[in-house]
Structures are given as structure tokens and as C-alpha cells.
């Protein structure tokens, strides 16, 4: 994947000098185009069902990338190359030319609205909590385990449960980074960590796929938002960006974006109830 990623960045800038060289309009035509001769967009995700997943024959599915390759197969684009990221390491990805765009629920946030491009909101969720059966220290909230000094919660490194947690005052050394959300649900079953924290629809699937009757979800966790995602460029490929949005809209309107979303449990009413520049205002 990687091999072909470097290959693809090369003949990708190839493509773009020629194209402007052409006196294709502007670099930003240039990168839609680079794309289409490319043949792919390269995507960053996370592997979190349901917004995201890879499967043991390699096949990416989940709520992002379906919406993002019926979006580049409109624009162009044939199809979409994943590579697996942690949350905080996308940003840098993309900014790096390492990704053509984030696929991944990245959920927009002012301090990434001002790092990267995003679309129009695609995916909205609250957060939860997995814990012990009975919720034995009472967690409702981010702020109930700041306040137990002996509770720590496990949540992925640069995501935003991390933010929430050390926001509400629980200390670094209580707030676990976790690689991915089976380390987490074992985490939890081992009694390493006291709670788990991923958004509501990600902590469901995993709790569907354990079937741990010693397991219990608390949702949504009281006091944090509930946040959307967008596709995320890199700042500069606005004009990108712009024509994903027009297709993005194109979608929702004629009822294709609920049918892609809604199956994996999303709401597209939700994401069709707010916009970018309202979500990236949020405080
Ligand atoms: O945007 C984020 O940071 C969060 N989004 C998802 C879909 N899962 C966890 C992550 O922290």
C-alpha cells in the first residue's frame, strides 16, 4: 500500500505539472484532474465500524468511504485506495501528501477546521462509554471519571474522546491511548481500563459483535456534543473540495446519501440538519 502510494504521489505530480503546463485552469482543476488520470483518490481511515472497515480479503466499507467513492466515481475518480490511520496522525497525512482526502468520521472541530478543508457534514454522532455490567463507578459523564481518582478511560490517540476527557480534568496518566476498538473492548473485559470512549455508533458495533452480557454501553455521555464529520482536504485543493461538496449536495437531494448512510445507522436528517461553517463554529 505504501509502495503505491509513493508511486502514486510521484506520477500524481507528473500529472499536475503537465496539466498546468496545458493551461489546465488552476491548480486546483489540476488536482481533480491528477486524480482522475490517477485513477483513485487516496483516502485515510480508521477502521471503525460502522464509519469505517476493512475486511480480511482487504474490501474498505463502512458510512465514509461509501460515501466518498459514490462521490469521486461522480467527480471522475473510479475509485478510492484506503490506508489505515490513528486519528491524530490524519491531519498530518493529508498535509504531508500522504492521503488525497479524510474519510474517516474525522469530526470537525474548530482546530481542524482550521488545518484542513472540509466538505459539508456527511456523518453525525454522539458519544459513549463501554464499561462493566452495572456501571459499577457510576460514569456518566467525562467529568465523573476527573473526579474518581482512581478511574481511567481508554480512547484513541488525537480523537476527540481523548480531547473530551482531558478537558473535563481527567489527567494525562488516566486517559489511555488505545489503538483500535478491539484493544479497547479487551481493555475494558480485562478490567485494564475503566471505561472505553468512542461515539455511540462505533461502542454499539462493538458491543453487538462481543456479545459480552458483562459489558454495558453509556450513552449518550452526558455533557459532550454530538459532532459531525466532513471529508477533509488539504488546504489548498478548495476547488476539490467545492466540486465534492456539489456532488455531496446532488446526493442528499435526491435521497442516494440517506440510502448509503441510514443502513449503517446514521442519520442523514442529522447531517443534512447543520453545515460546515456552523459545526467549525462550535465552541
Ligand atoms: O473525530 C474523532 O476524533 C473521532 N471520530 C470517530 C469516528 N471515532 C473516534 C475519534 O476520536
Known amino acids: 500500500m505504501k509502495k503505491l502510494g509513493i508511486l502514486a504521489g510521484v506520477a500524481g505530480l507528473a500529472v499536475s505539472t503537465m496539466l498546468l503546463a496545458s493551461g489546465a485552469r488552476s491548480a486546483d482543476d489540476a488536482k481533480l484532474e491528477q486524480l482522475k488520470q490517477q485513477g483513485f483518490a487516496r483516502v485515510a481511515i480508521a477502521n471503525e465500524p460502522p464509519y469505517t472497515a476493512v475486511a480480511a ?3 474498505v466499507s463502512g458510512a465514509a468511504p461509501d460515501v466518498a467513492r459514490e462521490i469521486f466515481k461522480r467527480l471522475g475518480v473510479n475509485d478510492i485506495v484506503a490506508s489505515i490511520s490513528e486519528y491524530g496522525a490524519m491531519i498530518p497525512g493529508l498535509q504531508a501528501g500522504r492521503f488525497d482526502v479524510v474519510t474517516a468520521g ?5 482546530e481542524r477546521c482550521a488545518a484542513v478543508a472540509y466538505s459539508e457534514p456527511v ?3 454522539a458519544e459513549a462509554m463501554l464499561v462493566k455490567k452495572g456501571n459499577p463507578k457510576g460514569f456518566k459523564s467525562y467529568e465523573d471519571i476527573a473526579k474518581d481518582s482512581s478511574a481511567t478511560v481508554g480512547a484513541p490517540g488525537g480523537g476527540t474522546e481523548e480531547k473530551l476527557a482531558l478537558n ?3 489527567p494525562r496518566e488516566r486517559v489511555i491511548v488505545v489503538p483500535d476498538g478491539q484493544s479497547g473492548l479487551k481493555m475494558v ?4 481500563i475503566d471505561a472505553y470512549s468512542l461515539p455511540v455508533l ?3 458495533d462493538l458491543m453487538k459483535k462481543a456479545n459480552d452480557p458483562n459489558l454495558e ?9 454530538v459532532y459531525c464529520d466532513g471529508a477533509a482536504f488539504k488546504k489548498g485543493d478548495e476547488a476539490l473540495r467545492d466540486a465534492y461538496d456539489v456532488e455531496l449536495a446532488k446526493l442528499k437531494k435526491s435521497g442516494e446519501f440517506a440510502k448509503i448512510i441510514e443502513p449503517y ?3 442523514a436528517k442529522a447531517a443534512m440538519s447543520t453545515t460546515r461553517e456552523k459545526l467549525c463554529a462550535a465552541k
Open 106 to 110: 474525522l469530526f470537525m472541530k474548530p
Open 189 to 192: 473485559q480485562d478490567g485494564r
Open 265 to 267: 445507522g446514521f442519520s
Open 202 to 204: 462505533s461502542i454499539n
Open 168 to 170: 473535563a480534568g481527567v
Open 123 to 125: 456523518l453525525c454522532d
Open 57 to 59: 480479503d482487504g474490501k
Open 217 to 225: 454501553v453509556i450513552a449518550p455521555v452526558q455533557g459532550a456534543p
